[in-house]
């Protein structure tokens, strides 16, 4: 697998321009597009989200946070599943295409965080650099490491936000019985719909 701190601005660009053609060509065809020369790119495994944004509210985002794909078909995947399978919105239209922003996360795998007492999670865990997977009997969570930026939590509301993500009680992470896991991403995104690709960075990320 790749080692996502050697991402290129240029790596991001074409991810970015390619989940906007998966999107495009999907909706004009309902087929999914064949890049030779992207799928020999991205040949590695990879977790990748696909987030769809409207005029700085969430359109859809659906990812791997797990790498069990290829990249270059799993970002494919996600951004058609983004655009027409998120559960909480209906599905994008072509006409929504000029107004719609694309952006993708790659994802270092997760990792459990052993912790002997949960309150040690919040010097552990750091905002700006780490997304978060709740798991609880058979339900889970996961928020991405730009979430709680965007919202201006600390380490506990982002604990507290993907347990309710999970369907649990927003103090879940303080029981032994659930696990929590970390990631990180780099992130890439477009500053304006079909506009300039920019890599997303605060203080702590990676």
């Known amino acids: 697998m790749k080692n996502i701190r050697n ?3 240029e790596d991001g660009k074409e991810l970015v321009k390619t989940a906007r053609k998966a999107v495009t060509e999907y909706l004009k065809n309902k087929s999914k597009i064949a890049d ?3 799928h020999s790119r991205f040949n ?3 977790g990748v989200f696909v987030t769809i944004n409207k005029k700085d509210s969430l359109r859809g985002c659906i990812g791997y946070p797990i790498p069990i794909k290829k990249l270059s078909y799993g970002l494919i995947d996600a951004a058609i599943s983004a ?3 998120d559960p909480r919105f209906t599905p994008v239209n072509i006409d929504e295409l000029d107004n719609i922003v694309f952006e993708v996360t790659v994802l270092t795998p997760p990792v459990e965080i052993k912790v002997d007492d949960p309150l040690e999670y919040l010097s552990i865990i750091k ?3 780490d997304g978060l997977i709740v798991e609880n009997s058979y339900s889970s969570g996961l928020l991405l490491p730009q979430v709680p930026t965007e919202y201006g939590w600390n380490v506990e509301e982002f ?3 993907t347990c309710e993500k999970a369907g649990i009680n927003k103090d879940s992470w303080k029981e032994s019985s659930t696990k929590i896991s970390r990631f990180e ?4 995104k477009e500053e304006s719909p ?3 690709i920019v890599r997303e960075s605060t203080n702590n990320f990676l």
């Open 83 to 85: 655009a027409t399978q």
């Open 7 to 9: 991402f290129t601005d």
């Open 159 to 161: 604990l507290q936000h």
């Open 127 to 129: 905002v700006g650099r």
């Open 36 to 38: 030779s020369g992207f």
């Open 194 to 196: 079909n506009g300039k």
């Open 185 to 188: 991403g780099v992130i890439f």
């Open 44 to 46: 590695f495994e990879s």
